[in-house]
DNA sequence: ATTACAAACCTATAATTATTCATTGTGAAA
DNA sequence: TTTCACAATGAATAATTATAGGTTTGTAAT
């Protein structure tokens, strides 16, 4: 599960100082994902993952720069891959998406900035999104219902 | 000569997508600089770059995030190692540093953000330092040359 | 000038990371 | 359901990067 374990990582590297992807290779094997180097290599060059000094003088992998944009496409992707089912119930629209990827399809839809959307809070696998307004829930489930097409 | 080609380092990275150390070793060789990769390594260690991926999908050098700060220290010991010495006349100061060193001990005074200066510019060995008024100008020397003691 | 010390550097190599190639899973179309 | 196409992954390895250890070079004190 990719994008389940690319959100792990996440994680994994903004509570520990992870010195190499060998390391991180074993902390995913502790949270369950049994991956090879080959495979983190891939997430962290997607993820935009990027080998910095630690305070201690050591390197660690941090969440990179992001100087050029467009990782836009890669939320949209997410969005598409992760979300299973959209249902609401006025003004709270519940998405529900693959276990694990909530988070990641949450942040997506941050990203993608939506109207009407007053925010959203995320589990592991159902997302709690809030509108403004009643009246403006439609719309957006049909937008979210569009796009996973 | 260490902080000049560190310099020219961040020159080329900025004019250039520098894929691997190699690359850039080679490309500092047509300037001039004879190093290896070893040395490479360590300067991008020390200007805290970064691996990070450019637009095309490859992965290119540039500088880093600088989340935490404390590099501080590393202007001091720039200015401390590169300045020679320090003259002026009016509200202009004269800085002579090493050769090719003028732009990093240039930036490292922005950085250090001294008070009553407008501004300042480097050449190869030379810095101009403008100050707002000339009866600011001994107080900022005097500061200037105790650091470099 | 000579010694002592440290910084900068190189060579060689260990360690790490990226990629190639093969395999397996997965979803869509027929 | 079978087949096709493609995404995801792993194993092996190529490529790249970091570092240990030793040498040179500059510098300051004697």
Do not use: W
Request: hydrophobic share 40%; with cysteine; proline share 2%.
């Amino acid at each position: 599960m990719r994008y389940s374990r690319q959100n792990k990582i996440l994680d994994i590297i903004n509570t520990h100082e992870v010195e190499t992807q060998e390391r991180l290779v074993a902390l995913l094997r502790k949270s369950g994902y049994k991956v090879t180097q080959a495979t983190i290599s891939r997430d962290i060059k997607e993820l935009q993952l990027v080998k910095t000094l630690s305070s201690s003088g050591k390197y660690k992998y941090t969440v990179g720069a992001s100087v050029d944009q467009p990782i836009s496409d890669r939320y949209i992707k997410i969005f598409k891959e992760t979300i299973q089912t959209v249902a609401y119930s006025g003004n709270i629209i519940v998405v529900k998406t693959l276990s694990g990827c909530a988070n990641a399809a949450a942040e997506a839809i941050d990203t993608l900035n939506f109207p009407n959307v007053v925010g959203s809070i995320a589990g592991d696998n159902t997302i709690f999104i809030v509108a403004n307004d009643p009246s403006n829930v439609s719309s957006l489930v049909n937008r979210f219902t569009e796009m996973i097409k």
